[in-house]
T-cell receptor, first 112, second 111 residues
Framework: SAVISQKPSRDICQRGTSLTIQCQVDSQVTMMFWYRQQPGQSLTLIATANQGSEATYESGFVIDKFPISRPNLTFSTLTVSNMSPEDSSIYLC?????????FGEGSWLTVV | EDKVVQSPLSLVVHEGDTVTLNCSYEVTNFRSLLWYKQEKKAPTFLFMLTSSGIEKKSGRLSSILDKKELSSILNITATQTGDSAIYLCAARGSTLGRLYFGRGTQLTVWP
């Protein structure tokens, strides 16, 4: 199994600012995944964070808006840049371990 | 385009009822189907199904995959108020760890 810690768990952010979310895993994993869940919606993959290379972004998500770092095999960050109210969501970090996919507790961002 | 569709989107029942949640998928190079329960923030893992026709059970919850029909069901018997949650279905394709999620079924169990 994998234990994933995410910080912050929740935050209220001003429009136009940026916030960095951290994801720490208790074991080394090859890939880490960042999802967004807007209110009332399901989870949508933002990008896949690979150690030692640039993140791979899904259609509709760009690096300038959601820069990702992956400095080692247990840690990743996602930054939500120049936030607007539409960015109010839960952001979730996910990893695959032992053929099962685990999620962090999520970071609930509200942009005002 | 890869997609996962869940039905119903919302369901209200009384304690003791049995419910069936549906999930259909169209995912390239399908490998497995996963069910999660989401109460507050993080989805918690329930089942992973890879083989057709083999039921997986955990207490009052059970699930089965039908690869011919590209679908799965999640059954909950003798529902309790603690079963109230969003149940998410997700399909995995060939990319390691990458999931395609449905919109979820919001289950509300009244006492």
């Amino acid at each position: 199994s994998a234990v994933i810690s995410q910080k912050p768990s929740r935050d209220i952010c001003q429009r136009g600012t940026s916030l960095t979310i951290q994801c720490q895993v208790d074991s080394q994993v090859t890939m880490m995944f960042w999802y967004r869940q807007q209110p009332g919606q399901s989870l949508t993959l933002i990008a896949t964070a690979n150690q030692g290379s640039e993140a791979t972004y899904e259609s509709g998500f760009v690096i300038d808006k959601f820069p990702i770092s992956r400095p080692n095999l247990t840690f990743s960050t996602l930054t939500v840049s120049n936030m607007s109210p539409e960015d109010s969501s839960i952001y979730l970090c996910s990893v695959e371990s032992g053929n099962t996919i685990y999620f962090g507790e999520g970071s609930w961002l509200t942009v005002v | 385009e890869d997609k996962v569709v869940q039905s119903p989107l919302s369901l209200v029942v009384h304690e003791g009822d049995t419910v069936t949640l549906n999930c259909s998928y169209e995912v390239t190079n399908f490998r497995s189907l996963l069910w999660y329960k989401q109460e507050k923030k993080a989805p918690t893992f329930l089942f992973m199904l890879t083989s057709s026709g083999i039921e997986k059970k955990s207490g009052r919850l059970s699930s089965i995959l039908d690869k011919k029909e590209l679908s799965s069901i999640l059954n909950i018997t003798a529902t309790q108020t603690g079963d109230s949650a969003i149940y998410l279905c997700a399909a995995r394709g060939s990319t390691l760890g990458r999931l395609y999620f449905g919109r979820g079924t919001q289950l509300t169990v009244w006492p």
